[in-house]
């Protein structure tokens, strides 16, 4: 993996107690000054302009939204906030993303400006209202000023300024209230006094995305004079170019310059068609002494060889050998879940404007302050010289977020070596095809579990050890000295590690080998496998045990009513303690993942061909107070499916060090056809919001996994499920 921050990041520095501890509250008061967004510049005097707030004389409240917006409905969320403190109207309501600025726009959770880890609406909960609110008071006053009567007299409502015989809408404020101070404190309302917050809001940006409309995504990215570039790669990891002739290419129409960067070898020309074409015609030879060229099986055979070699401590507690030795029965498992691409399906792409002092980009990014400095850094001039147009993402799972911010480190190369090699500054837009991203990584770590768990005679858990192996997404990356301690690296360990089953005696050790290839986050990211055992072990325990699956995880659940709560709750409606169907067999997971606490319970049928077909989930979700349910329902839905796909047939697989894979057809992302009904059901709360975005992935796997064990006897342990003719 390339490092391309050789300097401090540009802003402050995020903590492993901020990446680990994300229950903390959300920023308090409102920040004012820093970069306005476009519009506010564009707008004058006449607008009242804040960070988080913009209302223009046409009477039009633009919410800036932080946060990338690549498909979870953080925009929406985000602008039900400020309507709802500020009284406006939702059709008044329009969103634009923020400047890329980490003194005022940073994730209060990481302390750079990024979207991940659920946290959209966790980090913004009290900031954004206290925003709208603030905004409202100053219209108030503004309204009481103008009409002569006290602040008390003027009530406000779906965008409207009242006091007696006079009215004026927010628009004809707006000029007035930028004029009055800013409140040093608000009131936000209570919880019954809501009107917006708990119900549920059309996503702002569907119509725009229904009829098609260009500009929003970065793919539709076409400043003017914009050119194309694609990059030929290496088709082992770690291999470079030893020499191109690139003399065909340079011959095609539309081609503009052929270049060699440390990532491939580039063709910059008129049009993605023609660049995509003249790619094919390059000769490269490329240099393979310091590429992977293991395949998965031998990878796969090194990592089994280290499940019985004891690796660092990630867990000590209690005597989890001790309780074994002395168990009544013990259940013993390893586990294999392979490496997964995330396949978004709007190809990575990244547009750079550099004139040789000053850069502009515009595409998904998903952590602004790493893109930013990775910009600067890259290119070589201040922080302040770089301007980032973040843009809508379509999917992102992970993929978006790039520890390292190798998209933009790319793009800024090719932007660089385009002025080195014309002297002609031009915006340069960067375009994978869905084949360069599936073929050339990065993908969710290839990862190992061996667990031995043990009951005693009153069938209850006793003892738990635990072994993991896989590489660490974090090692080798800046975050490695935040969230990786004592070697481990927290992301390959979470929900396992911090489980709140009652699980006093046990022991949890990590090896995180080398490989060459590259790993990131993947939606829900060490949760998708760490669920998937914690689960499948906690159902086969309760067989050895001889209880019933919930009656067993709510037993060892007695320190988290939450999650218990959920637990219920989709045992109930689900009816698990109804007979099922004929040739229906049920299933049920529990877990808790970025604050937020799911179960599932699965209903699936093997059909004749042996397959599986997941006909229904219910889910019970507890993520505090539901901003906006109906969104809520639409990202279980969503982080089920993208879980379910996971483990039925896709795998990345190598051979000799080269993928296997390229694009939809052979990397088998979940079908129509295998998309089961799904039933979601909240959990009312009043506790502070938390994740949604990933949440529904882990317990998926594990809650279809225990209904097929129980239609078939066979637990699988080795993933995905098409290894054993279920899928």
């Given at each position: ?10 802003a402050?520095r995020?903590s ?18 820093g ?7 564009a ?8 960070p ?43 969103v634009?993303f ?17 979207t ?8 913004s ?27 008390e007299?003027v ?12 009215s004026?809408s ?5 000029s ?5 101070p ?9 919880a019954?006094q ?5 119900k ?7 119509p ?10 970065g ?10 570039a ?9 291999a ?9 290419a340079?011959?095609?129409p539309?081609?503009q ?5 440390p ?5 910059v020309?008129d ?8 790619r ?17 099986e031998?990878?796969t ?15 000590a507690?209690?005597d ?16 294999h ?18 004139d ?5 980009l515009w595409g ?5 302050t790493i893109?930013?400095n ?32 190798h ?10 070596a385009w002025?080195?090699e ?5 915006p ?7 084949e360069?991203d ?16 043990g ?10 050890a635990?072994r ?37 005696d046990?022991?949890?050790?990590v090896?995180?080998?080398s ?9 829900a ?6 669920a ?8 086969a ?22 999650l ?20 229906i067999?049920r299933?049920v ?21 042996g ?8 889910c019970?979700?507890?993520c ?6 109906d969104?809520?329902?639409?990202q ?6 993208y ?6 047939r896709e ?18 992302a979940?079908?129509i ?8 059901h ?21 809650a ?11 637990r699988i ?11």
């Open positions: 993996m390339l490092h391309y921050l050789d300097t401090a990041l540009a402050p995020p492993r107690r901020a990446f680990l501890k994300l229950s903390a509250g959300a920023v308090g008061g409102l920040l004012l000054g970069a306005l967004p476009r519009a506010a510049q707008m004058g005097d006449d607008a009242l302009a804040q988080f707030v913009h209302i223009t004389p046409d009477n039009v409240v633009t919410v800036l939204v932080k946060h990338q917006d690549m498909g979870q409905g953080a925009a929406t969320g985000l602008a039900t906030l400020v309507a709802e403190e500020l009284d406006a109207s939702p059709d008044q309501i329009a634009e923020a400047p890329s600025n980490p003194q005022v726009y940073a994730n209060s959770l990481f302390g750079v400006q990024g991940g880890g659920s946290t959209a609406m966790r980090n909960f009290t900031q954004y209202r206290e925003a709208g609110a603030s905004a409202r008071a100053m219209l108030v006053a503004a309204a009481a000023q103008a009409w002569g009567v006290a602040p007299a009530t406000v409502a779906d965008g409207t300024l009242s006091s007696g015989a006079n004026a927010f628009g004809d404020m707006a007035a209230a930028a004029a009055q800013v409140p040093e404190a608000v009131t936000l309302k209570r019954d809501w009107r917006l917050i708990g549920d809001m059309a996503r702002v940006e569907i725009a995305k229904t009829r098609g409309s260009v500009g929003l995504f793919m539709d990215a076409k400043p003017e004079g914009a050119l194309i694609v990059t030929a790669r290496p088709p082992r990891f770690g470079t170019v030893a020499s191109v002739d690139a003399e065909a340079r011959a095609m539309g081609v310059a052929v270049l060699t960067i990532q491939g070898v580039v063709v020309a049009n993605t068609w023609r660049a995509m074409q003249a094919d015609a390059l000769e490269i030879e490329w240099d393979m002494s310091g590429a992977e060229t293991r395949g998965t031998e990878i055979a090194e990592f089994e060889a280290l499940l019985d070699q004891p690796g660092l401590p990630a867990v507690r209690g989890a050998a001790g309780k074994l030795a002395g168990a009544a029965q013990v259940v013993e498992a390893r586990y879940f392979p490496y997964l691409a995330h396949a978004p399906m709007e190809p990575l792409n990244m547009t750079v404007l550099f040789g002092e000053r850069a502009t998904g990014s998903q952590i602004q893109d930013h990775v910009a600067a850094g890259v290119l070589g001039i201040p922080f302040e010289n770089v301007a980032i147009n973040t843009m809508w993402g379509g999917g992102s799972f992970g993929r978006r977020a790039t520890a390292d911010g998209l933009v480190a790319e793009a800024a190369t090719i932007a660089a002025l080195g014309t002297g002609r500054p031009a340069i837009k960067l375009v994978y095809t869905r360069d599936i073929k050339g990584g990065y993908y969710r770590p290839l990862t190992l579990h061996k667990v031995r768990a009951v005693d005679a009153e069938g209850n858990i006793a003892g738990w635990h993991v192996v896989g590489q660490g997404i974090m090692i080798g990356t800046p975050f490695e000295e935040f969230l990786v301690k004592d070697g481990v690296d927290h992301s390959s360990v979470e929900g396992a590690a911090d489980t709140t089953y009652s699980l006093p046990m022991a949890m050790d090896h995180h080998p490989a060459g290839v590259p790993v990131l986050w993947w939606r990211v060490g949760h998708t496998h760490t998937y055992v914690m689960e499948t072990m906690m159902d325990l309760a067989e050895a045990a001889g209880r019933d699956p919930v009656e067993f995880r709510l037993a060892h659940l007695g320190d988290d009513p939450r218990a709560g959920v637990l219920r709750l989709a045992a109930e409606k689900g009816g698990w303690d109804s007979p099922a169907p004929e040739g067999h299933g997971a529990v877990h808790k993942s970025f604050e937020s606490y799911v179960a599932e319970v699965a209903e699936v049928r093997i059909r004749e061909d397959t599986v077909k997941v006909e229904k989930v219910t019970a979700v507890d505090g107070v539901a901003i906006n349910p969104n809520i329902v639409a279980i839905e969503g982080g089920l499916a879980g379910l796909s996971g483990i039925l795998e990345i697989t190598m051979t000799d060090g080269a993928v296997d894979q390229s694009n939809y057809p052979d990397y088998a979940l079908r056809a295998d998309m089961p009904r799904v039933e979601v909240i959990v009312p709360s009043t506790e502070g919001p938390s994740g949604v975005g990933e949440p529904g992935t882990p317990p998926i796997g594990p279809v996994a225990n209904a097929v064990a129980r239609a078939t006897g066979q342990t080795v993933l995905p499920f098409s290894k054993h003719g279920l899928a």
